[in-house]
């Protein structure tokens, strides 16, 4: 079981572990079967989902939606996570980044419809816009609380400076910077974003956690060092799978990240849960570095 834990003083609440659901398309699932995954990683302590308003053809918001048409009472059960921000491209043009006012109360909207639900628990940008009027979004997002849409807000994908400057037009605290964590790009380590988050008391939420499946796919050189060091820390943690490690080593940083789950597995649900009980020492953390990188530390 895992359990929830805050994100600011503000009284938001996330699971440890959030359900990604951007693949629900391709899991070919009736409402019914996606009900019943909804239902076990409940039971498992995972009430906190993540959606967006252009994962999946069909729209995934719109199959999670009617799976809980299924179950009235599962709404009040969990937190639902949505984002907006970016518009695909269609025949009226390419795809690129809108964080208008009139954009993103169209895309909660959206959102809101597809899902059945009367609020988002978090509403995140999804991705920054170089033409972002900054009073503008603080505006939007004042106007979407007032009429109770949306509780609570953060960003995702944004730097460091993107997130300050957002943040310095709030009366409120951003709840989150969601960007990508995982062994394989360390960026976001070296940029200063997690320096920030920490800074200001803000954890971040981690995707990609096993790049896209790279660690189990690929067999270039930094793939064959880092499997053979985290099949090594699996022995020495006493771990039951190298997903479970690297899921430990992203929340071993102190910026205390919530990892974003995306299988439909619940097998593999539970085996990331098991990771909540790992603890890497420095000398491990930095083996996984190491590999990585190719090189030790200078």
């Known amino acids: ?116 639900t009367d609020y988002l628990d978090v509403l995140l940008l999804h991705r920054p816009d170089f033409l972002m009027m900054t009073d503008e979004v603080a505006q939007t997002f004042m106007l979407l609380q007032q009429q109770g849409k949306v509780k609570h807000f953060g960003v995702s994908n944004f730097t460091s400076s993107q997130f300050s400057l957002l943040q310095s037009r709030l009366d409120f605290s951003l709840v989150t910077n969601q960007i990508e964590m995982n062994p394989v790009n360390l960026t976001v380590f070296e940029t200063g974003i997690l320096d920030e988050l920490q800074k200001v008391g803000c954890r971040p939420m981690a995707w990609s956690c096993l790049a896209g499946g790279a660690i189990f796919n690929l067999k270039n050189d930094q793939i064959v060092r880092l499997k053979q060091v985290l099949n090594t820390l699996v022995e020495e943690l006493n771990a039951d799978s190298i997903e479970q490690v690297i899921y430990a080593w992203i929340m071993r940083h102190p910026s205390n990240p919530l990892p974003i789950l995306g299988s439909g597995n619940i097998t593999r649900t539970r085996l990331a849960i098991g990771s909540l009980a790992l603890s890497l020492d420095h000398e491990q953390w930095y083996r996984v570095w190491c590999a990585a990188k190719g090189q030790p530390v200078p």
């Open 1 to 116: 079981m895992t359990s929830k834990t805050p994100m600011q003083s503000d009284g938001l609440m996330l699971s440890n572990l959030i359900q990604g659901y951007w693949r629900l398309g391709e899991w070919d699932w009736s409402a019914q079967q996606c009900l019943s995954f909804i239902e076990s990683h409940l039971a498992l302590g995972i009430s906190s989902v993540d959606h967006a308003h252009v994962y999946g053809t069909p729209s995934c918001e719109t199959l999670f939606g009617q799976a809980l048409k299924l179950d009235g009472g599962l709404r009040d059960k969990m937190e639902i996570i949505s984002k907006c921000g970016i518009v695909p491209s269609s025949d009226k043009g390419i795809a690129h980044y809108d964080l208008s006012q009139q954009a993103i109360m169209a895309s909660v909207d959206m959102s809101l419809s597809r899902l059945g």
